[in-house]
């Protein structure tokens, strides 16, 4: 992944893309002060680059809290640029996975393209995180084709930092159906990020 201010040329994005980089980083989240982070790129920046961003296969990762992604997600659904959602797309904890926010966020995973990013560790920090196994499971049961597991490594400003070994371990736990596991750690990433697949 990599960030791109609107001025970037084309030429510019290509050559990353064959140098490995598959996607964009777009933020919302706010720093605690309110400020945005330092070298974030805000979703308004999406309409610019998306025309350059299809023209070279690039996908957009979108950070912020499930509120503002609602929002945003019926103008970004325009750019024709996949979208990856960020940290199970960051829902409150306290409001359950039946709050009208997540509730729109399933249905847009459902019926379009838009992919989840299965990383726990930024929605829950109580120890084994089971107040985000319902969010969890219901973004695969949502799109069990277009989601993907995240360690989030290396825990930028999280202390302590969590373990991603047992963060697979958790993946293992809740979704006991080994072909399910493979979709989300083998297929499903071989399809978003372009990655070969090759037979043992």
């Known amino acids: 992944m990599a960030v791109a201010y609107p001025g970037v040329d084309t030429g510019t994005l290509a050559a990353w893309r064959a140098a490995g980089i598959v996607g964009l980083r777009f933020v919302e ?7 945005r982070y330092p070298g974030s790129v805000g979703f308004d920046a999406i309409g610019v680059l998306a025309p350059r961003m299809r023209a070279v296969g690039l996908h957009a990762q979108l950070w912020a809290r499930a509120y503002d992604l609602v929002e945003w997600l019926p103008h970004l659904l325009r750019s024709k640029v996949p979208l990856v959602l960020d940290h199970m797309a960051c829902p409150d904890p306290l409001h359950g996975p039946n709050a009208g926010a997540f509730k729109s966020i399933r249905a847009r995973l459902a019926d379009s393209d838009v992919w989840a990013k299965l990383t726990v560790c930024r929605v829950s920090q ?5 107040d985000a196994r319902a969010f969890h499971d219901a973004l695969i049961a949502a799109a069990p084709e277009r989601v993907v597991w995240g360690s989030d490594w290396p825990y930028v400003r999280m202390n302590p930092a969590p373990d991603a070994g047992q963060m697979l371990d958790l993946l293992r736990c809740w979704v006991p159906d080994p072909a399910q596991r493979a979709r989300i750690l083998v297929d499903n990433p071989a399809r978003l990020y372009g990655f070969e697949r090759t037979t043992p």
């Open 126 to 130: 109580q120890p084994g995180h089971d």
């Open 29 to 35: 989240m706010r720093a605690p002060d309110g400020s």
